[in-house]
């Protein structure tokens, strides 16, 4: 689908790691309205209904984004999450497109296999107004010497079954 050199622009300003999703969904609202080539305007209509990175704050307040990591129980075992964490801290790697007025307000396990606890605590969370949710990089990781999580698409779906947006990865 054509873009105009605006649109491609708007488009630039929605955080990396959701810019592919952004862009499928801009262009389906565009075929949908029978608009072509994507103009600036539907652009910011899709990202605002669909990937805006702020808070749920009340009109007015300071707008602020909230952010929860899961990982996987087992590795948790041996992991304390330092890796994570620091990520955060630092604004480095899956966190570098956020800005100061982010918090991380969950830290929690799966679980255990198949992710049982994560649907309760990301409901819980959004009494709290999570926005984000990232699974954590050894969640993600996709290599022979590493044992990927069997469920890790079932996770991501419980939660964007809960309204909740879905990052796949944190520090590496
Ligand atoms: S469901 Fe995935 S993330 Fe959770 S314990 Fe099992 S392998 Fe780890």
């Not at 952004?22 to 309205?33: D, L, Q, T, Y």
């Not at 330092?82 to 956020?98: D, I, P, Q």
């Not at 069997?150 to 909740?164: L, R, S």
Request: proline residues 4%; contains cysteine.
């Amino acid at each position: 689908m054509d873009w105009t050199k605006e649109a491609l622009s708007e488009l630039e300003k929605v955080p990396r790691f959701v810019r592919h999703m952004a862009k499928r969904a801009v262009e389906k609202a565009a075929r949908e309205e029978g608009v072509e080539p994507v103009t600036p305007e539907i652009v910011l209509k899709t990202r605002e209904k669909y990937f805006s990175l702020v808070g749920k704050d009340k009109e007015g307040e300071k707008k602020v984004t909230r952010i929860a990591v899961v990982r996987c129980h087992t590795v948790a075992e041996v992991c304390p999450g330092v890796g994570c964490l620091k990520a955060f801290s630092h604004r480095k790697l899956n966190f570098e497109e956020y800005g100061p007025d982010t918090e991380l307000i969950g830290f929690f396990t799966c679980g255990g296999c198949s992710g049982r606890r994560v649907s309760r605590l990301v409901e819980k969370l959004l009494d709290h107004g999570l926005d984000m949710v990232h699974l954590s990089s050894c969640m993600c990781m996709n290599d022979d010497d590493y044992p990927r999580c069997p469920f890790k698409n079932q996770i991501k779906k419980a939660v964007e079954a809960k309204g909740v947006k879905v990052v796949e990865g944190t520090h590496h």
